[in-house]
């Protein structure tokens, strides 16, 4: 019997334990502007290796290449993104040493001395351990800008056509933000619908804005499933997402680690972290916004998650935009709050932001050190071409009360944890003004968790 097994680097993937070990070898020359492939390899199988040289003679080369990986003939290949920080090395910097779970990169300092080119960069060995299941076909391919050759290896499992294969398939999403939005404001790392996890990330922080230390951004924020079950996972400031304490240092294991770090002051630092979620991956069933808070530095990242092809997200009805109030001090009781009454648009406090609503998702983030005990207004429109009765699905945190043309629809408590409730309005034809009063508490489970997750229903 063809049992399976989990793969060390990501447990959820059951991988089968009877398979045919093969290696792809390819030593390739390829020409300037032109596409090499590493492998071509035709399923069902897995790849559990990839290890690559690419030489790379001048550190100011300024050159991009480009790792392409595409699985069973995706119209779209799941990963297509530079070579570097695929690998963990960001910002093109030169290469330093790297070994957690996801892959290990291993520069050669001594090379340059070896061969007296001191000019050269110390071209590492890229090896991939983040397992690659196919049901048809791998192709993985180089596109390089310069004439270089491509060196690789790739060591693969070749299953039986009848065995039984995981359907989740290998995603990177890449983002870069020369600088990220100011503080207060968040870097979207990830965005995606369908079926899935996340199984790690890696972010390179350059430090831009000196008013505060790098890692007080606010942290990751993760609002799942919108569409269908919204609840989120909140983080508290940026070393502690990446598991570590009072900041960052020079530390690796298998799921965190810090590869690359400078420090010049406290209040100047730059730095490489990955985190790998093994054994407690983040898992959505119909979407993914994983976003986390910046400060105006120079940020970039990749998410590594699996996802299940075709998987079907409902359609949802949701306001796109909202305009919110500035954020006010939370002084009253609530049982003040709930008898609070209707303000209109000319009265209300003064106009601070427009967010536009993604699968549902209002996301009011707070600075991360202004006072977590606080309220805004936020307002939209919703359209209906008739007059007809609906449900407003509403998931929220801490406090709400809610207005549909001036009349009070709701007034929800929900101290512990995000909740969803369905509340019945009638809806007029045409433009109807919803309004918010809405809460952020510093409290357990879900401390500086300040998203509204709103949904209209038949």
Known sequence: MNQTFPDPAVPLIGLPTRFRSQRANCRTL??????????????????????????????????????????????????????????????DLN???????????????????????????????????????????????????????????????????????????????????????????YLEMANVEGEGFVAGLVVGHLHKDMSDLVYHTGGMTFLLDGETDPHAIRGHNLEDDFGFAWGFNDFQSRWIGCPWFQTRDDRDQDGVFYRFFGPDPIYFRTSLCFRTGTRGDDMESVVYTYRIPDTDVPAIVAPVEWRVSEQLDLEESWDTFQSSKYVSAEDSPTLARTITSDRGWVDLRLDPFYDPSCFVYTRTTIESKSERAANLRLAVDDWVVAWLNREKIAALRHDDGLKVVRIPMKLKKGANELLLRTSNSDTPPNRRLWAINCIIED
């Not at 001048?58 to 003939?73: Q, S, Y």
């Open 30 to 91: 390829g020409a300037k502007d032109s596409s090499i492939d590493l492998a071509y390899l035709e399923g069902p199988g897995c790849v559990r290796h990839i290890w690559i040289l690419w030489p790379t003679k001048k550190p100011d080369d300024g050159t991009v290449v480009r790792l392409e990986i595409n699985v069973d003939g995706a119209k779209k290949s799941q990963i297509d993104m530079p070579l570097k920080p695929f690998f963990g090395i960001m910002h």
């Open 95 to 185: 290469f330093y040493f790297i070994d957690c779970a996801a892959y290990t990169v291993i520069p050669n300092p001594e090379f340059a001395k070896l061969v007296n080119r001191p000019g050269e960069k110390d071209n590492p060995g890229y090896n991939l351990y983040l397992p690659i299941p196919f049901s048809k076909s791998c192709r993985i391919t180089i596109h390089n800008a310069v004439k270089n050759h491509a060196i690789a290896q790739v060591d693969w499992h070749q299953y039986d056509r009848d065995t039984p294969l995981t359907p989740f398939r290998l995603h990177g999403d890449y983002r870069i933000a020369r600088p990220a939005p100011a503080r207060g404001g």
